[in-house]
């Protein structure tokens, strides 16, 4: 079911609205062996069906709630457009701890005839990016539901995926996929912090992060230092499960530390870049990387967003290149001049900043971007290049934080002192 008629008429073709890898190929094949098929005509769509997907779109308002008026727009037209032998109704939306319970009472107002839904809340965790392979090679899949039946018929549709499968009631598997989300945007922003700490200190933090991720209960995943965590599922997330838990008059701290201090780290791309270039007005910058991660079109939430915004107030020009995302950032930022490639985004350019690790820009060739570059600084949003290798070329390696860019802080003078006083009192002695 798609009401948009653009994207329907692309789907039909077998072209999917965004960059993600393998996919329009999985639909154009899908389509033509008749294994699939798109309509904007609900009666259509849910002719005959046994299983009826929600994964309508639910964004947070201003306040952080998820805003669910498409889901239950979706819902309502499903209620409508069933006649006969019902469909189990499987919600793969994130929806808030306790709507899918509440479906099921929604669907029966909306059919108006008292019978029963059958609803199962069958969470997603695929990653954008990667998610094929992530379906095909996923660690879990958790279905809950209060009708024995509809777990059972759901978990068969998975069988052949041989996954492990957790059943268990609505709220519960609703709550499993807002804590991982949560848990995995905290990972990163305690890493983010971490790394500013390390700076002062003197420590690398990419080598701190591998080695504590090499105790298995902490794990080496997520621990990814860098300009912060972007995307429509982590920010929105979090920010929903604060909510969630204020409405219920608790308090997530940590969730909500994890949000402020990823708000932190994107400003902190700005302000390092103004303390190694000094005032940003009237300054060139290109900026390599626009989508929240690599293989994605997907700008949603993406640090990009936010330097741009930054770097243009403060005056500076933006050349920006993204191998998949320039047109959905052309939209929101008309002012940044966009290259058709990622030397030419760099040429005559004070500095360049790096906040997508794509393929193509580790594998760039550095002598190249100091040939083009005016300035000399690069400034590596993700820890992606080797400062040696950048160095080597001939230009200023910078990163958010990580190891002593700069004096050690106030901490690390204090112990160095206290040593050498320790040092006098021994001599004495
Ligand atoms: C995320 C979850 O990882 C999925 O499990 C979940 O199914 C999905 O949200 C969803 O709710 O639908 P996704 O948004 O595709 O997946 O992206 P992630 O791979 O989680 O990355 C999110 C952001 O965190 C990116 O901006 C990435 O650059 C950043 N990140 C990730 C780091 O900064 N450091 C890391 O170590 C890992």
């Known amino acids: 079911m798609e009401r948009d008629a653009g994207r329907l008429s692309a789907l039909r073709s077998g072209r999917t609205p965004f960059y993600e890898p393998g996919l329009d190929e999985q639909v154009a094949e899908s389509v033509a062996r008749g294994r699939l098929s798109f309509t ?3 009666r259509v769509g849910m002719r005959d069906a046994e299983f009826a997907f929600l994964a309508a779109n639910t964004p947070v308002d201003e306040s952080g709630r998820a805003d669910l008026s498409h889901f239950w727009q979706a819902a309502a037209d499903l209620a409508h457009a069933v006649s006969g032998q019902r469909p189990i109704v499987v919600v793969k939306s994130t929806v808030p701890v306790g709507t899918s319970q509440a479906l099921g009472d929604f669907l029966r107002r909306q059919s108006g005839d008292g019978q029963r839904w059958c609803v199962v809340a069958n969470p997603e965790f695929l990653t954008e990016g990667n998610a094929l392979r992530a379906l095909r090679e996923c660690d879990r899949i958790v279905i809950g539901s209060d009708d024995h ?3 059972t018929e759901v978990a068969s549709l998975y069988a052949p995926l041989q996954t492990p499968l957790v059943a268990t009631d ?6 499993v996929k807002y804590g991982s989300n949560a848990f995995l945007a905290t990972k990163i922003s305690f890493i983010n912090e971490l790394a500013h700490l390390c700076e002062q200190t003197g420590a690398d933090v990419q080598t701190v992060a591998l080695r504590m991720g090499l105790d298995p209960r902490i794990g080496l995943a997520f621990l990814r230092p860098g300009a912060g965590f972007g995307g429509s599922c ?8 604060a909510r969630m838990a204020r409405d219920e008059g608790l308090e997530l701290s940590i969730v909500e530390a994890a949000v402020e201090a990823n708000r932190r780290q994107r400003r902190a791309v700005v302000h390092r870049l103004r303390e190694a270039l000094g005032p940003l007005d009237g300054r060139c910058i290109a900026l390599w990387g626009l989508a929240f991660k690599p293989n994605t079109s997907d700008i949603r939430e993406a640090p990009a967003l936010d330097v741009i915004e930054m770097l243009l107030a403060e005056g500076a020009e933006v050349r920006a290149y ?3 995302a ?5 939209k929101r930022h008309p002012n940044v001049s966009y290259a058709q490639d990622a030397l030419t985004a760099v040429e005559g350019a004070d500095a360049l900043v790096l906040l997508t690790e794509w393929e193509e820009f580790r594998l760039a060739d ?4 100091r040939r083009c570059l005016r300035g000399d600084l690069v400034f590596d949003g993700r820890f992606m290049w ?3 290798d950048v160095e080597e070329a001939g230009l200023r390696y910078m990163t958010i934080a990580g190891w002593s860019q700069r004096e050690a802080g106030a901490g690390a003078r204090r112990l160095a002192d206290s040593a050498v006083q320790a040092e006098r009192l021994l001599r004495a002695a």
């Open 234 to 241: 982590l920010p929105k997330h979090t920010r929903a499960l």
């Open 40 to 42: 904007d005509d609900c």
């Open 386 to 388: 080797e400062k040696e």
């Open 170 to 175: 609505f709220a519960t598997a609703e709550m």
């Open 149 to 151: 039946w509809a777990l």
């Open 366 to 369: 550095l002598a190249e971007v």
């Open 326 to 330: 320039m047109d959905p950032m052309r």
């Open 322 to 324: 993204d191998p998949q």
